[in-house]
């Protein structure tokens, strides 16, 4: 059913090919080397030299703002099933999604303010996002609750007047470490004695608002993921005006399942691609060198591995396809398990693969003379990020589960 892309997303993916042969893998050292230098000159915060060259060539060839389907404000936006193969693409490097305007978290907070904002909000966050001027965070993770649990959110927004209070810590803020990223969309309680569900609400806190401290970049394995970082964040009596609420008080939880549907399945398909370049890292590998006698391609354990992750990439890739038809012709209420489903399948296999290439390459696939170090690193991280797998297996069995329940 899904063996081949429709035609658009073959022009678009032949094009995107192209473009990452001239200009995506010959600056990956580039990339590396501009970051180093930044942070020897404590600048790694502002947006990168390349990544700026890059985006206008990538807005010329046609490959821009793929990620959002259904809005007038970006027209060349795709079905999350055409977009899947464009996604799985980006996930070969890990940066190159920005230089097409389709770098998580702006994508899940494009879509929000798309799907729940005003028109006033749009014209003011949207557009400007829309057109890769500005950065945004997502403000939902606290450091003293458990907020695999939305639910538990501590983070206060108290009315006063034509004004909210914020009050709360964030931390794991995605994003929020560039110095161009302008807006946040932040996740508090403004009715903690509310229903269970209703508590929540979301809006928009400009990042130059008075008493936002951003305090310090969280590091993953030693990576602090600059220029765009995941930041702890200090919000102390924080002042927006009741206009910047998005869909109403109360929404917030209704708001966070609908944004985190297409943002979950977009780090699957990114996975996919980590996944098959490292399946491909790992055979020219074991191909070009000898132990024992023989290439290391022969030796009857690492048969065993290739074939095994070529069953587990194709076998997450039909999966992630299907749940990305079903979003498309159900909705991304209706298809919740099987969003679920691959946000468990999809990093557990890459994470796997991109380990498998890791012991093929020996003492380099730890280092910084290969992308999987850093592969490895951003993968383990996708099992956390938006829900963990544990919280994604519960959602799995309880759907499973009511499949049997006793008629009432």
Not at 20 to 35: G, K, S, T
Not at 158 to 176: L, Q, T
Not at 177 to 185: D, L, P, Q, Y
Not at 247 to 270: D, K, S, Y
């Amino acid at each position: 059913m899904f063996a081949e892309p429709s035609a658009r997303t073959q022009d678009l993916l032949d094009r995107m090919r192209a473009f990452y042969d001239a200009h995506i893998y010959p600056n990956e050292a580039r990339h590396h080397e501009e970051l180093h230098h930044r942070r020897r000159a404590d600048t790694q915060w502002e947006p990168l030299d390349l990544i700026e060259e890059l985006k206008p060539k990538a807005r010329a060839a046609g490959l821009w703002n793929l990620f959002l389907p259904h809005s007038h404000r970006a027209p060349e936006g795709l079905s999350n099933l055409d977009y899947a193969p464009l996604c799985e693409q980006m996930g070969r490097v890990m940066w190159s999604s920005e230089v097409f305007n389709c770098n998580a978290p702006d994508t899940g907070n494009m879509e929000t303010i798309e799907r729940y904002g005003t028109e006033a909000q749009k014209d003011q966050w949207l557009e400007p996002l829309l057109r890769g001027e500005i950065r945004s965070a997502f403000l939902m993770t606290e450091p003293a609750v458990a907020s695999s649990d939305a639910t538990n959110i501590q983070c206060s927004i108290r009315r006063e007047g034509d004004e909210y209070v914020i009050n709360g810590r964030k931390w794991w803020s995605s994003g929020a470490g560039v110095s161009n990223c302008a807006i946040f969309i932040l996740m508090g309680k403004t009715d903690p004695d509310g229903p269970r569900h209703s508590q929540q609400s979301m809006v928009l806190v400009p990042r130059n608002t008075p008493g936002v401290t951003v305090l310090r970049p969280m590091h993953v394995f030693g990576y602090d993921d600059a220029p765009h970082g995941h930041m702890e964040i200090v919000l102390e009596n924080v002042r927006v005006p009741a206009s910047n609420i998005l869909l109403g008080e109360g929404r917030g939880f209704e708001i966070a399942q609908g944004r985190l549907g297409p943002g979950r399945i977009h780090h699957c398909m990114r996975s996919i691609g980590a996944a098959e370049r490292a399946l491909e890292l790992m055979c020219k590998r074991l191909s070009g060198r000898i132990a024992f006698g023989k290439p290391l391609s022969q030796q009857s354990v690492w048969a065993e591995r290739i074939a095994e992750s070529r069953c587990m990439i194709d076998q997450a890739r039909l999966l992630t396809l299907n749940a990305a038809h079903r979003m498309d012709v159900v909705g991304n209420k209706v298809a919740k398990a099987d969003i679920a489903m691959i946000k468990v399948v999809a990093p557990n296999m890459s994470c796997k693969v991109v380990d498998w290439a890791i012991q093929a390459h020996g003492a380099a696939g730890v280092s910084q003379d290969t992308w999987l170090a850093e592969a490895y690193a951003h993968q383990r991280t996708v099992r956390i990020v938006d829900g963990p797998d544990e919280v994604h297996r519960n959602a799995i069995a309880k759907i499973e589960l009511g499949k049997y329940a006793p008629a009432k």
